[in-house]
């Protein structure tokens, strides 16, 4: 087998918070292999974002990152500096961020947005960078590419600058795409389209994609795998089928039973909502970090449970029992 | 309370109208962008109307509309069967109040939890002290009282929500309209949140608007729901009908837009084309027709009106039959 886009063992990202640190993402592993798409769930808070933000050399400076092992499109990035990523991103590597509004240049013609990465760093000609650039917006669907490159974010409505996002990202040809959140400002008749559409391009172009998000409809509707974060740590993950029809740990089982869903929650029944809220990351954090709010908890949770091997795993003493 | 005063709506949209004004750039005339076109809505007392649509199509015009902060090009807004427009300030919030999306910027950054709430008491029953009926409203929200002296930045989103209801329901208004309250939040706490609005309907006897783009959430909530689309009522049924047999093509469309949490459902194919709706492009005909997939020549060539489609049922479509 090849060696996957991306493999990462024991991710820590911490930041400075007064005497003590701020440890938001705590030991995190994570493996995306070409041609597959990996969904990482969770609510905010959760590390998710930063996760993604590290993965593209992006995060603040005062964050301090380490990893056993962060190999990304086959090299270690580890003890990364700023050139190494800059050799990465828009050479293999490229993200879509979840604001269209906010990540385009308003004053900068779609064009010259599209092209400028792929003719500083791809040695593509002005021409043949643009003749990319109409090919990818008309594969993501927008009519008259050539005659709209001139033309300025504002003349185009939300689902297309989301659009012009995604083909910015495809414009350097990545095999890994990070996708944060993308389809979360839009209405849900554009997200279904935008969705669909990347699911498309994952298809027919084999690439590796990390979709971040919330949305559990959206991890159902494009995931091969799902990641659940909880408090800087993967509690579980798995195929998405087994994710969704055999939950394991009661966060997962939590988050699914929270939400309604037409024809099969009672209308107008209380939700099993989960209890309290996340907790504080400052400092060390001893055991299971959901057994505050966990119906279930025994004392053996001040004890972080092992993580058995499998393609389904779950970070939960009673998960075993549960579900074998 | 006599048989005949239940009769009157708690709350009623008449034909209501909002046009603005859109400016096309430097040198191109403005255009004018109808918000709400003859809009009709009835809240009966103690009931949850569902409010649906897309951004653009008038929601948040339509709320500020029952709030009585926006004055209408044509129809009315009645409250407990009186024009809101003739109603002073005072009585109008009395009656209604309104929960907004964002915790984080409807709370005044700068005050404290126990003001923020009592500020409407202290506003409306000058002389009396709030404390009692604040802390009253604050335990019934489920706030904890340790909080109370907290400012809003020191909230969690569904801490500052749960202020966020306390201080609309803290005059006993009669109906409370909720624009996306729970869109903002995680979905852990956006259950919470859910619940809470299921109990206090039910303590507090509260006739609701809910607004939402969340059809399941709408679903769960809602006795009646009213879908829109630029500007107009596409589609107004009861809940069950509404999802069991959806009229209009557009409801249709954000129906199965919805994605469950389902990996077997896989992505719809919903056939809407790439744009997305435009209020200035609008002919003569149905608005939705540049998007439908069953549009014809008839559609696009005059106004289609609303027409029963069984009890209590309505759509503005001439092709309702033909899915």
């Not at chain 1, 590597?93 to 604001?99: A, R």
């Not at chain 1, 995604?166 to 279904?192: N, Y």
């Not at chain 2, 929200?141 to 809003?152: C, I, K, M, N, S």
Request: hydrophobic share 45%; charged share 20%.
């Amino acid at each position: 087998m090849s060696e996957p886009l991306l493999d990462l063992e024991d991710l820590r990202i911490s930041f400075p918070a007064g005497p003590e640190r701020l440890n938001a993402v705590r030991g995190l592993d994570l493996r995306i292999g070409a041609g597959e798409t990996l969904c990482l769930v969770g609510e905010s808070g959760c590390g998710k974002s930063l996760t993604a933000m590290s993965l593209m050399g992006l995060l603040p400076r005062e964050a301090q990152v380490g990893a056993g092992r962060f190999r990304l499109l086959g090299r270690d990035m580890a003890r990364a500096r700023p050139r190494d990523w800059a050799g990465l991103r828009g050479r293999g590597l490229s993200m879509i961020f979840q604001d269209p509004m906010t990540s385009l240049n308003p004053v900068l013609g779609v064009g010259r947005q599209l092209t400028e990465g792929v003719i500083a760093t791809g040695g593509l000609s002005r021409a043949a960078a643009e003749a990319r650039a109409v090919e990818l917006l008309e594969r993501v669907g927008i009519a008259r590419a050539a005659s709209r490159l001139g033309q300025y974010p504002h003349q185009f409505s939300g689902g297309q600058r989301q659009r012009l996002m995604i083909a910015m990202a495809l414009m350097s040809r990545p095999r890994l795409l990070i996708a944060d959140e993308p389809t979360t400002a839009l209405d849900v008749t554009i997200q279904a389209q935008i969705l669909r559409l990347l699911a498309e391009l994952q298809r027919d172009l084999g690439l590796g994609l990390l979709l971040i998000t919330h949305d559990l409809g959206v991890v159902a509707a494009i995931a091969d795998r799902v990641a659940v974060m909880y408090a800087g740590r993967i509690v579980e993950t798995g195929p998405a089928a087994d994710i969704f029809n055999a939950p394991a740990h009661p966060y997962t089982r939590g988050l699914m039973a929270a939400i309604p869903v037409p024809g099969r929650t009672p209308r107008g029944a209380l939700l099993p909502a989960i209890p309290g809220r996340v907790p504080g990351l400052t400092g060390r954090l001893e055991g299971c970090a959901f057994r505050e709010r966990c119906s279930v908890a025994v004392p053996a949770c001040a004890v972080r449970a092992p993580q058995p091997a499998g393609a389904h795993r779950t970070e939960c003493h009673l998960a075993t029992e549960a579900a074998p | 309370m006599t048989g005949r005063d239940d009769d009157i709506p708690a709350l009623e949209l008449v034909r209501a109208t909002k046009r603005y004004r859109v400016s096309q750039g430097l040198f191109r005339p403005a255009a004018e962008l109808t918000a709400l076109k003859e809009l009709s809505l009835v809240l009966r007392k103690g009931e949850t109307l569902g409010l649906v649509g897309e951004s653009g199509c008038g929601k948040s015009t339509a709320v500020n509309a029952m709030l009585g902060l926006l004055p209408l090009d044509g129809g009315s807004v009645r409250l407990g069967g009186r024009d809101i427009a003739a109603m002073g300030l005072a009585e109008r919030v009395r009656r209604v109040q309104v929960v907004f999306q964002d915790p984080y910027s409807s709370l005044n950054p700068a005050r404290r939890v126990r003001d923020l709430v009592a500020q409407p008491l202290r506003l409306h029953r000058r002389g009396t002290d709030p404390g009692p009926e604040v802390a009253e409203m604050l335990e019934r929200v489920g706030f904890p009282a340790r909080l109370a002296e907290a400012y809003p930045a020191e909230l969690s989103g569904g801490q500052r929500q749960r202020v966020a209801i306390a201080r609309a329901l803290v005059m006993r208004p009669e109906v409370l309209i909720c624009d996306e309250p729970t869109s903002a939040l995680d979905v852990s706490v956006q259950a919470q949140v859910i619940n809470l609005l299921l109990e206090l309907r039910r303590e507090l006897g509260l006739s609701m608007v809910f607004v939402s783009h969340n059809l399941a959430v709408v679903e769960h909530l809602a006795d009646r729901v009213a879908v829109m689309y630029l500007g107009e009522k596409v589609e107004e049924a009861p809940v069950d009908a509404l999802f069991r047999a959806p009229r209009h093509p557009y409801s249709r469309a954000l129906l199965g837009a919805t994605l469950p949490p389902d990996p077997a459902a896989g992505l719809p194919a919903l056939g809407l084309g790439a744009t997305a709706a435009d209020p200035l492009a609008a002919g003569p005909g149905c608005a939705f027709a540049p998007r439908c997939p069953l549009a014809a020549e008839a559609c696009r060539a005059a106004p289609v009106p609303l027409a029963a489609q069984g009890a209590e049922h309505l759509a503005r479509c001439l092709r309702a039959e033909a899915a």
